[in-house]
């Protein structure tokens, strides 16, 4: 799996520099991105495929360790979408550290961001449940892995089908 970071979050991480991103399967990749709403610091990270997200609030703590994030993210993004997160998981594979996925996933990634609205933030909870839920499971939308308007919980869904068709599973 290939976690993606925007440069703000390479720089608030202190992550060095990273390659050029490298995976093939866009369902295997996510871009990470932080939203500021004033001193409140939210972590983004988005499915390059399907715009499937998990929103996290995060402390300055939280930044050094941008290696262990990704992978609960993912897990709580897939389980939020009603799939099996474990299995993705072993499908995806190990996380390595990247570049963001193209123009056209920064782009849908950035949407979600300017969407995002402080006043339905809730600042006591660390994922941000609600959030997650209308972007996941409600929202349609366009995606760099499809072509016209979809909700990114059953597009995760009907990519992860096909792909696990293809490996013979």
């Known amino acids: 799996m290939e976690i993606g970071l925007t440069e703000a979050v390479r720089k ?32 983004v990270a988005s499915n390059a495929a399907t715009r499937l997200c998990a929103i996290t609030r995060m402390a300055a703590a939280d930044w050094r360790h941008i290696d ?3 992978p609960r ?5 897939v389980d939020s ?14 996380v390595r550290l990247s570049k963001t996925h193209g123009r056209r996933a920064l782009g849908c990634m950035n949407d ?11 600042m006591g909870e660390k994922l941000q449940w609600r959030e997650m839920a209308l972007f996941t ?3 349609i939308s366009k995606c760099a892995g499809h072509e016209g308007y979809g909700v990114p919980a059953e597009r995760f ?4 089908r096909v792909l696990r068709t293809r490996l013979g599973m």
């Open 81 to 94: 979408a009603g799939l099996d997160a474990r299995a993705y998981l072993e499908l995806a594979g190990g």
């Open 12 to 43: 608030m991480a202190s992550a060095g520099t990273l390659p050029a991103a490298r995976e093939d399967e866009l369902l295997f990749c996510w871009d990470l991105s932080r939203v500021d709403f004033g001193q409140r610091k939210l972590l």
């Open 137 to 139: 499971r409600r929202f």
């Open 157 to 160: 869904a009907e990519d992860l």
């Open 112 to 122: 979600l961001s300017r969407i995002l609205d402080p006043a339905r933030i809730d």
């Open 73 to 77: 993210l993912v897990e709580d993004a």
């Open 68 to 70: 262990d994030i990704p």
